[in-house]
């Protein structure tokens, strides 16, 4: 494929992205963008991209996008051969359980989070023995062999809604410290927590948001519950990244700042040219291994594939579907 062909099919993609690729950078992710495009036609394949993909995947290559929640029940209804996702490796774990007859692909193997990283299934039988007949709600940011050993999961759209579907006055939440705490904070349900954490979203301090009020006079601040309390407690809203991204769609604020990982606000930005972002934000090293070099080469060779060990399988799949149960 010559590049100047590739560079002519792909400018009308160019034209979506430009506010936030320069020109001069587009040479250099056209001709993959026109071999991913051609491979899925081939490999009867979708691409699910998470939002803190890169705009050239999130904007170019992908077929649904969306948050955790949003990729976990697009994935349970994709009718291709073949899903490739694009985000960390939790989030295709998801996809295979909810829908195992698809072959799913993520493009680096080593794509992971902090989050799943902070817990073993070991873990949580420990802490089911020292809170005997307390329910265990795990957020979604963890392996298959954890969600196995859980009641039910949630996501960061719908924490508080999971917590009090179960109906009993204390329950156990999984892994994430901050999420526990932001979700104990609005509901009359007592949280064990457990103190894992997200490396990108503990990094914001409440005297970064303060300067960010001082210097931009009238800014509204958007926050993931991932970041820590005290966080939370200084910004205007607080959500999954969807809800964000929804939040700016709807209010259309005339400048926002969302404290998250980096490529949300360009995403977001390309939607809403109104709306001007502030960019103060951390980037996720996990996500950032997805490239568009890797996502052709995963459709080019068909790895990596994911599975799931078939023992696991079934409680795994159970405690997402509970939770996908919860309107
Ligand atoms: P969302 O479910 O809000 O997209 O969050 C996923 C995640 O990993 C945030 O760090
Ligand atoms: Fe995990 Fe945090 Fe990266 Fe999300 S941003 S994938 S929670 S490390």
């Known amino acids: 494929m010559s590049m100047a062909a590739a560079l002519e099919r792909t400018a009308p993609l160019y034209q979506r992205v430009k ?4 020109p001069i950078e587009w040479p250099v992710f056209a001709d993959d963008i026109d071999a991913i495009l051609k491979l899925k036609q081939q490999r009867n394949a979708v691409i699910l991209a998470h939002n803190y993909q890169t705009p050239e995947i999130f904007h170019c290559v992908a077929d649904i996008v969306g948050d955790s929640l949003a990729l976990a029940r697009e994935a349970m209804t994709v009718d291709a051969d073949v899903i490739v996702l694009a985000g960390v490796h939790f989030m295709a774990e998801t996809a295979k359980m909810l829908n195992p007859a698809k072959t799913v692909l993520i493009p680096d ?3 992971g989070c902090s989050l799943a990283a902070s817990i073993t299934a070991a873990d949580v039988r420990l802490m089911r023995q020292k809170h005997p007949g307390v329910p265990v709600v795990t957020y979604v940011n963890s392996s298959a062999a954890v969600k196995a050993e859980s009641d039910i999961c949630c996501t960061s759209a719908n924490a508080k809604r999971v917590v009090e579907s179960l109906g009993v006055p204390e329950v156990i939440m999984l892994p994430d410290e901050y999420l526990a705490q932001n979700v104990a904070a609005k509901t009359r349900v007592k949280i064990i927590a457990w103190a ?3 490396e990108v979203h503990e990094r914001f301090t409440p005297s970064e948001v303060r300067a960010l009020r001082e210097d931009y006079p009238g800014v509204i601040i958007l926050a993931h519950p991932e970041c820590p309390p005290d966080v939370v407690a200084e910004a205007d809203f607080t959500g999954s990244t969807s809800d964000m991204s929804n939040y700016v769609g709807r209010e259309k604020p005339a400048r926002v700042v969302l404290l998250t990982e980096c490529s949300m606000a360009d995403n977001v930005s390309i939607n809403h ?3 001007t972002f502030v960019k ?3 980037l996720c090293p996990h996500m950032k291994r997805i490239t568009l070099p890797k996502i052709r080469r995963s ?9 799931i060990p078939s023992d696991l399988a079934f409680a795994a799949r159970r405690s997402v579907e509970r939770m996908l149960a919860v309107v």
Do not use: D, K, R
């Open 273 to 275: 040219p109104s709306v």
């Open 109 to 111: 193997l080593e794509a």
């Open 19 to 22: 506010s936030v690729i320069p």
């Open 196 to 198: 894992g954490h997200c």
């Open 299 to 307: 459709l080019e060779t068909m790895t990596h594939e994911v599975t």
């Open 280 to 282: 103060l934000c951390n």
